[in-house]
């Protein structure tokens, strides 16, 4: 409601009744929404059919005003307002042109070795401009794409074989997870085998990453692990992924690792909505790609660190401004032009860039210590039995956690103990889950001083989503959500 109002959409297109009736159910608090129309089911009275608007293009010379007004549009014409996620606040609506996104395309190919005829899978929610933007590189690379909803990847991935797919980090997890999974239940000779083929493969990546040759022993045991192992893993994703993409938040180092191994090089990248969106990404030539790092810059936009480790960006791809709010959108800019990006950032000698937290997420604690969340986060989600973590310190005395644990995971770890359980709710109040948490915070806060160490921590029997308002269309925390729905919970954790 708020972003339709916001943007005074006259027109909204829902793709099946259940969407329709969202819009139905808004349309009288929406003055400037005057035509509703749905692409496939039963149509309400109110709301038109697709094929029928479709064919209306056609009539009474319709299609020449259409194509008279798209040769009349110019490069700095506003092309489409994508709203961010809102992980605090509500959501802002950027401005992006036609140049931001033609400029973002042609400096972002380079990098990404698609092929023309390639198959590209695409399952990421199309309001985000991470699956809009490697969309328009597949266009301008005439690949073929596949589109399916990410609920039925694991279905259709094996039939529709792709070249190339682009994901977020939690993607990759919970393929890993997979994996484990079942290797859990394998014999230990084939777990054995497993774990040998993936250290070849992996001493095999970091050389080929590197530009070192490969010796000749390890090449052949490297031909020899890929036949017995690493092949089938790639099987398992169709048999020709020759790359894929990750963004939308940080891609953990064993992750890349692991594919770069079994022969699937993820090229991480990072970028915003308001830079349509890609800064920097992994490239495939030699000198391009820098696991742990989310790649060089790209070659059109100027960087700079400022004085508080803020990475801030000028360029052609930089956004308009914020729909509806100049002071805003003033406020984002520094007087020579640079977008303010939010992030904390490092450059290393290489010209790679790290990401290394999030400005407006360092929780400065009530003794005045600041401490970035998000390696502690990253940390605690790199165990099998944790789906989500939330650190919470802002001007309190110590750190806390919240915790969604990995239910499928957790359940079987518990049924393989001997550990009886009702339900979830009864799960997570077992001593033995209660000591498997404890020493999972006990590892995170190894080595840490003791203002970064986490004190105190709940598990609570939920699973965040995008449904609930939890998390972002591309899996991020919404903390601010998170903290004022575990509000109590929190403040018991602080007595």
Known sequence: EYQVNDSGARIALAEHPEQAAKFLEIRDRCPNLEHLI????????????????????????????????????????????????GTTGEPKG??????????????????I????????????????????????????????????????????????????????PRFYEKVYEGIQ???????????????????????????????????????????????LVLSKVREALGGRVRFAISGGAELPLHLGEFFHAVGIPVMEGYGLTETSPVIAVNGAKPGQLRLGTVGKPLKNLDIKIDDDGELLVRGPSVMKGYWNKPEMTAEVFDEEGYFRTGDLAEIDDDGFLLITGRKKDIIVTAGGKNVAPQPMETSLTRSPYVESAVVIGDGRPYLVAILSPAFDSLEAWARANGI????????????????????????????RASFEQIKRFAV?????????????????????VIEQRYAQLIDRLYQ
């Open 181 to 227: 999974a079942k290797l859990a239940e394998a014999s230990p000779v084939r777990r054995s085998m497993f774990h040998w083929a993936v250290d070849i493969g992996r001493e095999a990546a970091h050389r080929r990453i590197a530009g070192r040759e490969i010796p000749l022993l390890l090449k052949k045991r490297h031909e020899l692990a890929d036949r």
């Open 38 to 85: 749905q692409m496939e089911g039963p149509v309400e009275p109110d709301v038109a059919r697709w094929e029928e608007v479709v064919a209306s293009g056609n009539v009474g010379g319709a299609g020449d005003r259409f194509w008279k007004r798209a040769r009349s549009a110019n490069e700095e014409d506003l092309l489409t307002i994508i709203y961010t996620s």
């Open 113 to 168: 070795p698609v092929r023309r005829r390639d198959v590209a899978l695409e399952f990421l929610p199309l309001c985000h401009v991470f699956e809009r933007m490697v969309g328009y590189i597949y266009m301008w690379c005439s690949t073929y794409r596949a589109y399916c909803s990410i609920y039925h990847v694991g279905d259709l991935i094996a039939d529709i074989r792709p070249h190339i797919f682009a994901a977020v």
């Open 420 to 447: 009886e359980f009702a339900g979830r709710e009864d799960l997570v109040t077992r001593p033995q889950v209660d000591r498997l948490y404890r020493d999972l915070i006990e590892s995170v806060n190894a080595g």
């Open 94 to 111: 950027v401005m992006l042109t036609h140049r931001n996104i033609v400029e973002n395309v042609l400096a972002s190919t380079p990098r």
């Open 460 to 480: 609570v029997p939920a699973t965040f989503s995008v449904e609930d308002g939890q998390l972002t269309p591309t899996l991020k925390i919404k903390r601010r």
